[in-house]
């Protein structure tokens, strides 16, 4: 599987709570041009990101690549 062009997978609370949890199974994961996963508990201020993050677990039988990062970022 491939993930580009800015696509997020995200399992987050925006703030509260506890963040879920995101399972990626397959042969091979991509993330290219600026790709993300994120398990969070959203912004970090004093009355935001309470809780925990969620799991993040990748099962790639082939490989795991990441390449590089958005040249916008």
């Known amino acids: 599987m491939t993930f580009a062009n800015k696509s997020v997978i995200r399992a987050d609370t925006q703030g509260f ?3 879920g ?23 970090q201020t004093a009355t935001t990101g309470k809780g925990h993050g969620g799991t993040l677990t990748i099962t790639a039988k082939k490989a795991i690549l990441i390449d590089g990062q958005d040249s916008a970022q």
Do not use: P
């Not at 949890?21 to 912004?43: C, I, M, S, W, Y």
């Open 17 to 19: 709570g506890d963040a």
């Open 21 to 43: 949890n995101v399972l990626l199974q397959g042969d091979t994961l991509t993330l290219k041009e600026g790709a993300r996963v994120d398990v969070n508990t959203g912004r």
